[in-house]
């Protein structure tokens, strides 16, 4: 069982990027900003049941897990969405699966089954 | 922004497998059981530094986002990857992704780009 140890920095990572997708609010946020890039704090709150200082906040915890980029525009800044951080979580998912099937297939094997 | 409201029953599963995987601790639990299916929760403390009962506690969390089975055979209970949550939490992510991929794509027809 050699991988059960400490983290590495690319685990505590993705970590982060599952924490952030944990709340509900953010997972609008998310999919929010993929259905329209550059959409500002202000705009998000629009549609939701939460103070813009609320969403603004959880907008800061998508940036610190890497998920959203932000830029100012004129007087409020612009967000969008960074991909990056979501395909490393579908890699750690998908390492996982792998290793599954594998575990499968040897027990499959160790069965006689063809 | 339609898309922005009260999260569905589908959603909260989502919600609760990106929760449990937030903590590295369960992360090595879920390769752990990737790799040795039928695993006990006595030999996975084994390979770690927290007592049974800290990894029997995450191993419930892990139980309650549909992350995993048990089962018992003898004294004491086996655990088993469950992967349907793990396909649905791709599913999600995969689903973002596509968004953006199309908000980007109709960004650049915007621009006159091909």
Redesign the interface.
């Known amino acids: 069982?050699a991988?059960?140890?400490?983290?590495t920095t690319a685990?505590?990572g993705?970590?982060a990027v599952?924490?952030a997708?944990?709340?509900?609010t953010r997972?609008?946020l998310?999919?929010?900003l993929?259905?329209?890039?550059g959409t500002t704090a202000t705009?998000?709150a629009?549609?939701?049941?939460i103070s813009r200082q609320a969403v603004a906040k959880h907008l800061k915890q998508l940036d610190e897990a890497g998920l959203v980029s932000r830029r100012r525009r004129g007087r409020e800044a612009q967000f969008a969405?960074e991909?990056e951080p979501?395909?490393e979580?579908?890699a750690?998912?998908?390492a996982?699966?792998a290793?599954?099937d594998e575990?499968?297939g040897r027990?499959r094997g160790a069965l006689g089954s063809s």
């Open positions: 069982m991988s059960l140890h400490p983290s685990d505590a993705v970590g599952f924490a997708l944990a709340d509900p997972r609008h998310v999919e929010a993929a259905a329209r890039p705009a998000l629009a549609g939701l049941p969405l991909t979501l395909a979580a579908v750690w998912i998908g996982v699966g290793e599954w575990s499968l027990l």
